[in-house]
């Protein structure tokens, strides 16, 4: 399975439609982090719901997604750009908790009811974009409607989902979106309405070996659909063993004397991918004359 993202809009040209496979994209969070059954599904949906996001900005700008509720996981973030690279993680990934009335993943004890859903994107300008609304749901999906509705004043739909086997690994991911465009007719906005609630979860779909095209026709229409593009996805962070020995020399010298000193070397931790850096003493010697030039 190869995880992508196809983009499409409607022949009448007023709705947008974005569509993901991110099934190896989840499992590859999953193994970083450990993340339980139920903080996997959390993670996983923010991770989907930030690539829908940053599927029309540019390969190098990016767009980061803070939700900070009051749930069991803590905090989650999510940095995605437009080439199709995210990378995220969630404070407390180790969050067990039983099936809701419903009998999926509890993920809204592990975001909250009550906190901010906060989006940050750098087009490249003099000052990034930044809005901010209040969490209103919890299961991840209609807080990123909400936003977009309330903070961009795009009239949306998205839905995300997270399929988890026993094992704790991911069966199945995927999300879609949907977008309105201005001029659109209300029959055409009540038609996508009635699409969405008959829709079957992603993650079923996804289980029944429904295609990515096969899914934008179900919600465009059969026929209906103009595919603008096709491009993989993937959980890539670009941390590098160089880029945190310049934190560790931005310490200063005596913070590094005192490291060299007291424990004879040092590991730093990617929060985003939990990638682990080792610097022995030999390698703090060094970052040490550079903080003394």
């Known amino acids: 399975m190869t995880d992508k993202l196809i983009k499409a809009i409607s022949k009448d040209g007023f709705v947008r439609c974005s569509v993901i496979d991110a099934g190896d994209l989840v499992e590859d969070a999953h193994q970083r982090h450990d993340t339980w059954s139920a903080a996997t599904a959390a993670l996983g949906r923010t991770l989907i719901g930030t690539l829908l996001l940053a599927g029309d900005i540019k390969d190098d700008a990016r767009m980061s997604v803070q939700i900070k509720g009051n749930g069991l996981g803590g905090k989650i973030v999510t940095t995605a750009n437009g080439a199709g690279e995210v990378k995220g993680y969630i404070d407390n990934p180790h969050v067990s908790l039983d099936l809701n009335d419903q009998g999926k993943l509890d993920v809204r004890k592990v975001v909250g009811t009550e906190g901010t859903f906060s989006v940050t994107k750098d087009l490249g300008l003099k000052e990034p974009f930044s809005g901010q609304t209040p969490i209103v749901s919890g299961e991840i999906a209609e807080d990123f409607t909400y936003y977009l509705a309330a903070s961009e004043q795009i009239?949306?739909?998205?839905?995300?989902?997270v399929l988890v086997n026993p094992d704790e690994s991911v069966n199945k991911a995927g999300g879609w979106m949907l977008q309105v465009l201005p001029g659109a007719s209300e029959e055409t906005i009540s038609r996508l309405e009635r699409t969405v609630q008959d829709l079957?979860?992603?993650?079923?779909?996804?289980?029944?070996?429904?295609?990515?095209?096969?899914?934008?026709?179900?919600?465009?229409?059969?026929?209906?659909?103009?595919?603008?593009s096709t491009h993989p996805i993937s959980f890539t962070c670009d941390c590098t063993k160089e880029r945190f020995a310049k934190g560790l020399v931005s310490l200063g010298s005596q913070e590094l004397k005192a490291i060299i000193e007291e424990d004879g070397q040092a590991e730093t931790v990617c929060h985003f991918c939990n990638s682990h850096y080792h610097y022995s003493k030999d390698d703090l010697e060094k970052l040490l004359e550079e903080a003394e030039a």
């Open 200 to 228: 079957p979860h992603i993650t079923k779909l996804l289980s029944q070996h429904a295609s990515l095209e096969e899914i934008i026709e179900r919600l465009l229409g059969e026929g209906q659909a103009n595919i603008l």
């Open 155 to 161: 009239h949306s739909a998205i839905g995300l989902g």
